[in-house]
T-cell receptor, first 114, second 117 residues
Framework: DQQVKQNSPSLSVQEGRISILNCDYTNSMFDYFLWYKKYPAEGPTFLISISSIKDKNEDGRFTVFLNKSAKHLSLHIVPSQPGDSAVYFCAATDSSDSNYQLIWGAGTKLIIKP | DAGVIQSPRHEVTEMGQEVTLRCKPISGHDYLFWYRQTMMRGLELLIYFNNNVPIDDSGMPEDRFSAKMPNASFSTLKIQPSEPRDSAVYFC???????????????FGPGTRLTVL
């Protein structure tokens, strides 16, 4: 049972345009969501997060939007740059759960074309 | 801080051999996680520790896998005997839980790429 789904295995975007990565979840108890970025031969690195009390969080070129009613979140990158080419993972957690772990999506490979 | 340190970065071994992967978390972090990444299954949580105590090992695939955390600065993941299907990238991550009502990001090591022939 996949509680966190990233339905697009890959996404190709022109440099300078907007990249939109999507993530859906099924567990209504999730109240904290994170995006990680992973380059080949490296570990994932934290990018941005959002709490369920918000519907938007912005950090520079990166913005995460949360739609709780649809159980959907998205990561927007504007403008996209070649260095953004990586695999992006969405992760979620129930922060009240004593089981302190993240539930991960399968990842989306973002390719920024020059 | 140097971040999470994992060794070795690459390991090639033959089926049936014992493999030990090592991890040094970020100093002061109280949670340590072991993950496995494969093409088929993505990023899987194997086991995690809180203050050196294993909390959830339900992701450990078989009894051939074991993990220990003898102190706050060191953990091992052991596979004995290893099999070709264990070939994957194994990540260690650590985190500091600042309070019980929030979640704090995990910091990952560079991973160990394991190949079992």
């Amino acid at each position: 049972d996949q509680q966190v789904k990233q339905n697009s295995p890959s996404l190709s975007v022109q440099e300078g345009r907007i990249s939109i990565l999507n993530c859906d979840y099924t567990n209504s108890m999730f109240d904290y969501f994170l995006w990680y970025k992973k380059y080949p031969a490296e570990g994932p690195t934290f990018l941005i997060s959002i709490s369920s009390i918000k519907d938007k969080n912005e950090d520079g070129r990166f913005t995460v939007f949360l739609n709780k009613s649809a159980k959907h979140l998205s990561l927007h990158i504007v403008p996209s740059q070649p260095g953004d080419s990586a695999v992006y993972f969405c992760a979620a957690t129930d922060s009240s759960d004593s089981n302190y772990q993240l539930i991960w999506g399968a990842g989306t490979k973002l390719i920024i074309k020059p | 801080d140097a971040g999470v340190i994992q060794s070795p970065r690459h390991e090639v071994t033959e089926m049936g051999q014992e493999v030990t992967l090592r991890c040094k978390p970020i100093s002061g972090h109280d949670y340590l996680f072991w993950y496995r990444q494969t093409m088929m299954r993505g990023l899987e949580l194997l086991i995690y520790f809180n203050n050196n105590v294993p909390i959830d090992d339900s992701g450990m695939p078989e009894d051939r896998f074991s993990a220990k955390m003898p102190n706050a600065s060191f953990s091992t993941l052991k596979i004995q005997p290893s099999e070709p299907r264990d070939s994957a990238v194994y990540f260690c991550a650590s985190s500091l839980r600042r309070d019980s009502s929030s979640y704090n990001e995990q910091f990952f090591g560079p991973g160990t790429r394991l190949t079992v022939l």
